[in-house]
């Protein structure tokens, strides 16, 4: 890389990220609901449909979700987690936001790379997204430094091509499992249960289970990405132990 007299080198920074959201509701609210659709008196044809949306899909939505755990680690440093019940999400989202600005000033041609499953399909969208709602910068610095300034390495994205590029199936478990990594055994719903319940040790111990993507990186960075083979005895692996389960979610967890 060339260097201008003067000028000072930084290397890239790479940032591992992932989030936890949930439907921006009240914890009785959220109960009452969930327990009008168990009983099958809230539904997709109710009257009030809004509310079982917002109960069942509000976390997949920015307008109808919050970021409950931004869960960050900054090269080889410590892994970093922000919760918002303890200091709001709006808190929560201007850190991060000075994040991603700090580490992108005076980088000159070496642009932050941020790592993470399904990162361009959900993560960067609904971060950048609540940050406008919520007035965290003007949208302009927003898009800058949080859309348009850094690279994305995108594990879904980059697996594609090794599955018909065909997204399907492509969990963050499968790809785990891939590589040899530990897998959740949970998917990422439960995990808005915890939330309203107030079992926040719950949610941590799952994201520090989840957090698996600085040893992935590490791994095809170091021996390269797996066969096409490997990935599709992943996704049947995948399918076996969760045949009786309904894989949605943002990610398909």
Same mark, same amino acid.
């Given at each position: 890389?060339?260097?201008?007299?003067?000028?000072e080198w930084h290397a890239m920074s790479d940032?591992?990220?992932?989030?936890?959201?949930? =439907?921006d509701m009240e914890a009785a609210e959220y109960a009452e609901a969930t327990r009008r659709i168990k009983e099958g008196g809230l539904g997709p044809g109710s009257p009030d449909s809004d509310l079982y949306?917002?109960?069942?899909?509000?976390?997949?939505k920015y307008t109808?979700?919050?970021?409950?755990?931004?869960?960050?680690?900054?090269?080889?440093a410590p892994t970093r987690r922000l919760c918002e019940w303890e200091d709001g999400e709006r808190v929560i989202l201007r850190r991060l936001y000075m994040v991603l600005q700090d580490l992108q000033r005076n980088r000159g041609d070496d642009p932050l790379r941020i790592i993470g499953h399904n990162i361009l399909g959900f993560d960067i969208h609904f971060l950048?997204?609540?940050?406008?709602?919520?007035d965290i910068a003007e949208e302009k610095w927003l898009h800058h430094w949080v859309i348009n300034g850094p690279m994305a390495v995108d594990f879904l994205q980059i697996h594609l091509p090794l599955n018909g590029m065909s997204a399907m199936g492509l969990?963050?478990?499968?790809?785990?499992?891939?590589?040899?990594? =530990?897998?959740?055994d949970i998917s990422g719903g439960g995990e808005i249960e915890h939330y309203f319940r107030g079992e926040y040790d719950k949610i941590l111990e799952y994201s520090r289970n989840e957090f698996v993507y600085p040893q992935m990186?590490?791994?095809?960075?170091?021996?390269?990405?797996?066969?096409?083979e490997r990935l599709a005895e992943s996704i049947q692996w995948y399918k076996r132990i969760h045949?009786?389960?309904?894989?949605?979610g943002r990610d398909g967890a």
């Open positions: 890389m060339f260097i201008a007299a003067g000028m940032l591992f990220l992932d989030i936890e959201t949930v =439907p949306w917002r109960c069942a899909r509000g976390a997949l109808q979700g919050r970021v409950s755990l931004i869960t960050y680690q900054i090269d080889r950048y997204n609540r940050m406008r709602m919520l969990k963050h478990d499968v790809l785990a499992h891939a590589y040899g990594l =530990p897998t959740k990186f590490r791994r095809i960075m170091e021996g390269g990405m797996v066969s096409g045949s009786d389960d309904d894989a949605g």
